[in-house]
């Protein structure tokens, strides 16, 4: 049966079908739908780094923040330095700053001596340790 068109209407679009598939076509599709599980499965895991990832890079950000914030409100600012401790005749340890290249001491910190700290060796051992 031969269909006579009486006239064009409108531009050729695109529609969707529906096709009966072959066992090969069926197979294929089996294996396409395999890897696409896969793949979404190695996504979401991807998501969960990158999210982790970006979680800590937010916290890091915030706490930089919030040390800006706080030097500029009370004009100081927390810094890590390296110190060495001493013990003072009076009984106290102090921390002095080192590298602080202008050959004056610079004392951090004060505190009261630990028992421990005050039943350790002032020059290096006890007469046990030293040779006969």
């Known amino acids: 049966m031969t269909q006579r068109f009486i006239k064009k209407l409108g531009e050729p679009h695109a529609v969707t079908i529906q096709v009966e598939l072959d066992e090969e076509q069926k197979v294929e599709r089996d294996r396409l ?12 895991e991807e998501k969960k780094l990158a999210m982790g990832a970006f979680g800590q890079r937010k916290k ?8 800006a ?17 001493f013990l003072t005749a009076d009984n106290e340890v102090v921390s002095v700053r080192m590298g602080s ?22 020059f290096g051992g006890s007469e046990e340790d030293k040779p006969h």
């Open 101 to 122: 290249g202008e050959g004056v001491e610079e004392v951090v910190a004060k505190r009261t001596a630990t028992e421990e700290e005050l039943q350790e060796e002032l």
């Open 33 to 44: 739908s395999r890897d696409l599980r896969n793949q979404l499965t190695a996504l979401a």
């Open 60 to 67: 890091e950000l915030e706490k930089s923040e919030a040390a």
């Open 69 to 85: 914030r706080a030097a500029s409100s009370t004009g100081t600012e927390l810094v890590a330095v390296v110190v060495q401790d």
